[in-house]
């Protein structure tokens, strides 16, 4: 009689490792569709938008429609679920009240959401939690400091007048249509790779021959990973082609940053040796943290200092490059405000292409119109907590521990229960009687709370500087034939660039 293959060597092995296999994945179904089953129980509450049992509302996001978001806003007051996949939930929040709540407490970073950023910058202010946080904000707090600020403003204005010098090779004396999000991304990195690293890379004139240049811009693009949810998956995304290219990039990024850093120690060591101290025009980002690293030895490694290099160089970037670009686009849909910002400025400054840390403070229409564009458009649209206890909100509702819930910025922003004709560019919402009537937690460009934005301060200069040597030089219209779309990531982008008209001002 043949025997059964189950009783041949070879075939007992395997067929136990199939079993194995096979409870591991029953085990692993259940436990998704017990997470499932929690989660419809946890949010029943709070009515959701019509959602696919397998794509949940991917398509919503994938798609990045604001206005549909802004819909969604208005039909779900305060809140509603979204559903990436079928065992994963965001619970949205664009309520000042609710809003108010959710800054208030210490509850950690999303685990979920966070980690799509931790490759690149590592881990920094943005993505730590806890006692660590804590001491990295008190170290850095010190290099956005007044004093470090001023002496930022020359810095800025150089590398804005490098831009405009090609703007008006490109333009000449005519009226010309430039896609102005590409020079204004070159110009925020020309500024930050001055004040992170005093590098002069001449990345304006010639980015596609500087490699870390060239990563930064690739860098930018790879977050879609966050609306695909099958790349949610570690491993699925390790061995995709744009995860194996993310970590060639993040090898180039970090090898970048480890040999300024060394260079920078080397300098210093060698300076100090000699007794031959040279006091630079100013004190960049990395002098900073190295006093830093130096002054708290251990606590603060040199893993620490690279990932927060890393995190001021791409927080910084991408965060400024959109508030510029949107700023200008709202200015040129919106003659009218675009004018008496002109001649403010020209009140202030003359016809002169530098400005001082005193005359930011005289631009008080155009500071109104920058806050405003970052109202319509938050250069980060929303931010995220994985609630460690539960939450209760103002109208009695509430969340159990576990839940991330995401504080849409943007929805806040648009809310029409809060701001009447949220679409409407309009700067005088932000004058002193009306922003003193208005909700504290209705604004929040730079979040608020102890996890506010550290470098909110340098974003306003940075802002005000740009505008009002590119106003006093330029005039900008809309290219009516390629309207501004928004895409909804971690950081706002444009779909298909931002599309001006640039006029050379006699």
């Not at 564009?373 to 995220?384: F, Q």
């Not at 301060?457 to 219209?477: C, Q």
């Not at 909804?488 to 008209?501: E, P, S």
Request: charged share 25%.
């Amino acid at each position: 009689m043949e025997s059964s293959w189950l009783e041949m060597r070879w075939a007992r092995p395997l067929y136990l490792a199939f079993v194995f296999c096979l409870a591991l994945g029953l085990l692993q179904a259940i436990k998704l569709y017990l997470r499932r089953l929690r989660l419809l129980r946890d949010l029943c509450p709070f009515p959701a938008p019509p959602t696919h049992w397998f794509y949940g509302h991917q398509k919503l996001l994938q798609e990045g429609k604001m206005e549909k978001f802004e819909e969604l806003v208005e039909k779900y007051p305060c809140a509603f679920p979204c559903w990436v996949g079928p065992f994963q939930a965001l619970f949205y929040i664009y309520d000042p009240d609710y809003a108010k709540i959710f800054l208030g407490r210490t509850d950690p970073k999303s685990k979920y959401l966070y980690k799509f950023l931790i490759p690149c910058p590592g881990k920094g202010l943005v993505n730590l939690d806890g006692p660590k946080w804590s001491q990295h904000r008190e170290l850095l707090t010190p290099a956005f400091n007044v004093n470090i600020l001023k002496s930022y403003v020359e810095v800025m204005a150089h590398s804005v007048n490098t831009m405009l010098g090609k703007w008006e090779k490109i333009c000449s004396s005519q009226d010309t249509v430039v896609e102005v999000d590409e020079h204004i991304n070159l110009m925020t990195l020309d500024i930050l790779l001055k004040c992170a690293f005093s590098r002069e890379t001449n990345c304006q004139i010639s980015s596609t021959h500087d490699l870390y240049v060239k990563t930064m811009f690739e860098a930018r693009k790879i977050f879609y990973r966050l609306h695909s949810f099958l790349h949610h998956h570690d491993i699925i995304f390790k061995f995709s082609p744009q995860g194996q290219r993310l970590q060639e990039m993040v090898k180039i990024l970090q090898q970048y940053t480890e040999k300024v850093i060394q260079d920078r120690k080397k300098f210093l060591k060698v300076e100090k040796k000699h007794g031959n101290t040279q006091k630079r025009k100013y004190q960049d980002f990395l002098d900073i943290i190295l006093s830093a690293q130096a002054a708290n030895g251990n606590s603060f490694s040199d893993t620490d200092l690279k990932s927060e290099v890393n995190t001021f160089m791409l927080a910084g970037h991408d965060t400024m490059a959109g508030s510029i670009s949107w700023l200008l686009y709202f200015l040129a849909l919106n003659p009218e405000h675009q004018e008496r910002c002109r001649e403010e400025i020209r009140g202030i400054l003359g016809d002169r292409s530098s400005i001082t840390w005193d005359q930011l403070g005289e631009m008080s229409y155009t500071t109104m119109c920058i806050k405003e564009s970052l109202r319509l458009a938050p250069p980060v649209p929303s931010i995220s907590r994985e609630l460690s206890k539960p939450i209760t909100f103002p109208d009695g509702r509430s969340l159990p521990a576990g839940i991330t819930v995401v504080l849409s910025i943007w929805g806040l922003h648009h809310n029409p229960a809060i701001w009447e004709n949220p679409k409407v560019f309009d700067p005088l919402r932000f004058s002193q009687e009306n922003s003193d009537q208005r909700h504290p937690y209705s604004f929040l460009p730079f979040s608020a709370g102890p996890r506010n934005c550290i470098g909110q301060h340098f974003a306003m200069i940075e802002l005000k500087v740009t505008i009002a040597l590119i106003l006093l030089r330029f005039k900008v219209a809309p290219d009516p034939t390629r309207p501004l779309v928004f895409l909804y990531q971690i950081a706002l982008k444009a779909k298909d660039g931002v599309h001006l008209h640039l006029k050379k001002l006699s």
